[in-house]
């Protein structure tokens, strides 16, 4: 049964969809089957591996709100092992339509269930909000993925949205754990860039991945072009670096533990530690 991770954050622009179409590219060139479900109505993600949404007639949309069976709705993407359940435009109203209907939070899980057990892996790709869509999400996942952009103000929501995390766990999903927060669009010659990693490995300890994803001129042009960076450039920084994510997360699997997940409400009050932590280190800068 495949192992579902939630790629998510509520803001946007941290590298979310990058890391969800290039993690899981990375998954299928490790040759673990791998789904990747796009459920942000911008469908980024099904367009950045090359596949025109709005000349398709069986989407995830159309598999939510119940007219397909979620099987007829999958792709092939040009890589052997990365299925692909895209997103089209229409998927704005899907939250509407939902609305009324009874465990509307569980419609990703139930709908997901009947082909989980052909893959090792499904990465979601949330859209870059806390409502419905994104609750189904974390309803149907394993464990989240938190991409979290080496800049101060996008630590700002962090504590939101693991304050979420712990509300969907205890009324939706008790099975829910954080996969991991990974510091997205890294740069070693800004100072700030530096302090985000200190502070955010000092008060989240283990729950920071060790891979951080550095900024890469190819990994921004990959999805022009309808690619995942390993097919874009393969020797490129920004294909190493998810290569390395994929790696430690299928280390991690090998290893995980029962009750893992156990500090996830704690990780709540550190997530406003680091917000604060950085800030001061601003301040401090500043009177320099």
């Given at each position: 049964?495949?192992?579902?991770?939630?790629?998510?954050?509520?803001?946007?622009?941290?590298?979310?969809?990058?890391?969800?179409?290039?993690?899981?590219?990375?998954?299928?060139?490790?040759?673990?089957?791998?789904?990747?479900?796009?459920?942000?109505?911008?469908?980024?993600?099904?367009?950045?591996?090359?596949?025109?949404?709005?000349?398709?007639?069986?989407?995830?949309?159309?598999?939510?709100?119940?007219?397909?069976?979620?099987?007829?709705?999958?792709?092939?993407?040009?890589?052997?092992?990365?299925?692909?359940?895209?997103?089209?435009?229409?998927?704005?109203?899907?939250?509407?339509?939902?609305?009324?209907?009874?465990?509307?939070?569980?419609?990703?899980?139930?709908?997901?269930?009947?082909i989980r057990h052909k893959y090792?892996?499904?990465?979601?790709?949330?859209?870059?909000?806390?409502?419905?869509?994104?609750?189904?999400?974390?309803?149907?996942?394993?464990?989240?993925?938190?991409?979290?952009?080496?800049?101060?103000?996008?630590?700002?929501?962090?504590?939101?949205?693991?304050?979420?995390?712990?509300?969907?766990?205890?009324?939706?999903?008790?099975?829910?754990?954080?996969?991991?927060?990974?510091?997205?669009?890294?740069?070693?010659?800004?100072?700030?860039?530096?302090?985000?990693?200190?502070?955010?490995?000092?008060?989240?300890?283990e729950k920071v991945c060790k891979?951080?994803?550095?900024?890469?001129?190819?990994?921004?042009?990959?999805?022009?072009?309808?690619?995942?960076?390993?097919?874009?450039?393969?020797?490129?920084?920004?294909?190493?670096?998810?290569?390395?994510?994929?790696?430690?997360?299928?280390?991690?699997?090998?290893?995980?533990?029962?009750?893992?997940?156990?500090?996830?409400?704690s990780s709540i009050e550190a997530?406003?530690?680091?917000?604060?932590?950085?800030?001061?280190?601003?301040?401090?800068?500043?009177?320099?």
């Amino acid at each position: 049964m495949a192992r579902v991770i939630a790629v998510a954050n509520q803001k946007g622009g941290v590298g979310k969809t990058t890391t969800a179409v290039n993690l899981s590219a990375s998954f299928a060139a490790a040759e673990q089957p791998t789904l990747l479900i796009d459920i942000d109505p911008q469908a980024n993600a099904s367009n950045g591996l090359g596949i025109r949404t709005r000349e398709l007639d069986k989407t995830i949309y159309e598999a939510l709100v119940g007219t397909l069976p979620v099987a007829e709705a999958v792709v092939h993407s040009e890589m052997p092992y990365l299925d692909v359940l895209p997103s089209h435009i229409n998927l704005v109203g899907a939250e509407i339509e939902i609305v009324d209907v009874k465990n509307r939070e569980r419609l990703l899980a139930e709908r997901i269930n009947s082909i989980r057990h052909k893959y090792k892996f499904v990465v979601i790709d949330c859209p870059p909000s806390l409502g419905l869509l994104t609750l189904n999400a974390l309803t149907a996942a394993d464990s989240i993925l938190v991409p979290v952009q080496c800049e101060y103000y996008a630590l700002e929501g962090l504590g939101q949205l693991l304050n979420t995390i712990s509300i969907v766990r205890k009324h939706l999903n008790p099975r829910l754990e954080i996969e991991g927060v990974l510091l997205t669009m890294y740069d070693n010659r800004l100072r700030l860039s530096n302090q985000v990693v200190q502070e955010v490995t000092r008060h989240l300890g283990e729950k920071v991945c060790k891979t951080i994803i550095g900024r890469n001129v190819r990994l921004a042009e990959a999805p022009s072009h309808g690619k995942p960076v390993i097919l874009y450039d393969a020797l490129s920084i920004g294909a190493k670096h998810y290569l390395d994510l994929a790696n430690e997360i299928l280390e991690r699997e090998k290893v995980r533990q029962n009750g893992a997940s156990a500090s996830v409400e704690s990780s709540i009050e550190a997530a406003s530690q680091v917000a604060s932590a950085v800030a001061s280190a601003m301040t401090q800068e500043e009177k320099k």
